[in-house]
């Protein structure tokens, strides 16, 4: 009897044990199987929003639904207006909760109003009307401005003295969806009419369009997109994964010419993509329209940013509040642009291969370096095991060559990620590089040791000089060649390079590069006396 009682109750603990194992990952594979259809659901319903929707699993602080006003951990938030909700209130938030008017005739006789959202209002915030502190109770008591981010106590939005709208610190780089839509109604559109619309909005009023790559960095460039969503108006920033920089440089046709500025959020090859579609604009005949352009590093070398006072890079170090004050105290300064031909050996009545070049060009072991030519140099030890340059040409005349692997040609002061390659190191005076002169300066090296100890500044390159034309010709071995960090195989060939344009850049005078000598940073910058000199110049570099 006492042996059967036993037995039951092993049973009977065995059979528990195993519920309290089984309906628990029961429970996780039924969530994980609906999940997926949840957010199918939800992706379907953000497709055909008004809201910016962004799905999460876990808000990084305490957040309150904006429908039901209970705490929530999971959910999706506006990265435009700003509002949160919990799975289950999405679709009524949807339904109920306005977003951001791009376009709206709200504003008559140049009033325009505050639009509120309840709740979640940044920490240390303070109420525009009795001066105290707001956002330090987690609970739905406080109200914010989706334009001017003023932000104000649920007692005090009653007793506000003036709940007219002035779009805050950064009116003068917001365009308010009041002009977007008197631009709308225009019979006749034209330059002259943009700038008697934009009366309205402030004599120093210099609209910044945001062109994001979030490709570029380590997922920055989403954060970066919805941070300057909520910020400025959502029409002005753009997702270049989704929309090309020619589409979304059109925006400057609808501003008054010349005073727009554009904030590329990218690496140096994004900030080339921005460029050659402003080239094209000029094409059509939109030269008025032509922005100024500034960086924010978000690739891996940024030698163009670094170069034009911008930094290495960026992960969020500041906030985009000083990024915005940043480019409007920026100067204006002309970089020259170059246009690379190369034709091929044995293929001159085809079409050659025509690129655009910012920073450098370059054929040898920093290309190879870009192009992960590894594998093929282990296989080929004689890769670089002679001469690859026939003939180097500076200004028309011979230049005679060390044993070389390598030729590097700058329009930049900064290579390979940060390293001064002009300027070098030591006593020796060199003229400083200048984005505005029309000049290009050329460098050897004789291998890939010499290109580590000239980054680590232990070494100089071989500088062949500067000049307005340069003629280089490539023997028939296959070799590495890069434009801006884009590289490719390239056979025997002749190389040209001729000034292409002068492009209208930003240049931040008060930013600290990774060099650490100011005086080269100095250097570096154009001033403004040369800034014209340059401009109609048509300087060649060949390289046959």
């Given at each position: ?171 003068s780089v917001i365009i308010p969806p009041y002009y977007l839509y ?218 005679t060559l060390p044993s070389l692997e390598g030729i590097i040609v ?69 070799m590495p060649m890069q434009v801006d960090g884009e590289p490719w ?56």
């Amino acid at each position: 009897m006492e042996e059967s009682t036993e037995l039951r109750e092993e049973w009977t603990l065995l059979l528990w044990t195993t519920v309290a194992v089984l309906v628990p990952v029961l429970i996780t594979l039924w969530c994980s199987f609906q999940r997926p259809k949840r957010k199918v659901q939800l992706k379907d319903l953000f497709r055909k929003s008004k809201h910016g929707w962004h799905y999460t699993d876990l808000f990084n602080k305490p957040t309150y639904c904006c429908v039901c006003s209970q705490p929530i951990l999971q959910g999706a938030f506006c990265d435009c207006c700003g509002i949160c909700a919990d799975e289950e209130c999405i679709q009524r938030a949807d339904r109920i909760l306005s977003c951001k008017e791009i376009m709206t005739q709200s504003q008559t006789d140049g009033r325009f109003y505050h639009q509120w959202v309840r709740g979640n209002v940044p920490l240390a915030s303070y109420c525009a009307e009795c001066k105290q502190q707001c956002g330090n109770q987690p609970k739905l008591c406080d109200y914010r401005c989706v334009w001017c981010q003023t932000t104000v106590h649920d007692d005090c939005l009653s007793s506000l003295n003036d709940d007219l709208c002035d779009l805050g610190e950064f009116r003068s780089v917001i365009i308010p969806p009041y002009y977007l839509y008197q631009v709308n109604k225009l019979r006749r559109r034209h330059p002259d009419e943009y700038s008697k619309l934009a009366a309205v909005c402030g004599s120093g009023w210099t609209p910044v369009l945001v062109l994001a790559n979030t490709r570029s960095g380590n997922n920055m460039g989403e954060v970066l997109l919805g941070e300057f969503r909520t910020l400025l108006n959502p029409v002005q920033v753009f997702d270049l994964s989704e929309l090309p920089p020619s589409k979304a440089l059109q925006l400057c046709t609808l501003l008054p010419p010349g005073s727009v500025r554009v904030l590329v959020c990218g690496g140096d090859g994004t900030v080339g993509w921005v460029l050659d579609a402003i080239d094209t604009m000029k094409l059509k005949g939109q030269d008025q329209f032509i922005p100024l352009v500034t960086i924010l590093p978000l690739g891996t070398g940024n030698d163009l940013s670094n170069s034009l006072g911008w930094g290495a890079g960026y992960a969020g170090e500041i906030p985009v509040e000083q990024v915005l004050r940043n480019v409007l105290e920026a100067e204006v300064v002309q970089m020259d642009r170059w246009k690379v031909q190369v034709v091929s050996k044995g293929n001159y009545f085809r079409k050659p291969k025509v690129l655009s070049m910012n920073n450098y060009f370059s054929v040898g072991p920093d290309a190879l370096m870009a192009l992960n030519f590894h594998a093929h140099r282990e296989k080929t030890p004689s890769f670089f095991s002679s001469r690859i340059i026939n003939k180097l040409e500076l200004d028309g005349e011979q230049v005679t060559l060390p044993s070389l692997e390598g030729i590097i040609v700058c329009n930049i002061g900064y290579w390979g990620g940060g390293c001064r390659l002009w300027e070098g190191m030591g006593d020796e005076p060199y003229p400083p590089t200048r984005v505005d002169d029309g000049l290009l300066e050329v460098v050897g090296v004789y291998g890939s040791f010499h290109c580590a100890q000239i980054q680590v500044n232990l070494a100089n390159p071989v500088r062949l000089g500067q000049a307005h034309t340069v003629r280089l010709v490539l023997k028939s071995s296959r070799m590495p060649m890069q434009v801006d960090g884009e590289p490719w195989a390239q056979g025997p060939c002749t190389i040209t390079i001729t000034h292409k344009t002068q492009a209208l850049m930003l240049y931040h005078s008060a930013e600290h590069t990774d060099d650490d000598d100011s005086s080269a940073s100095e250097a570096e910058e154009p001033s403004a006396d040369h800034i014209d000199t340059a401009s109609n110049t048509q300087e060649t570099v060949t390289v046959s």
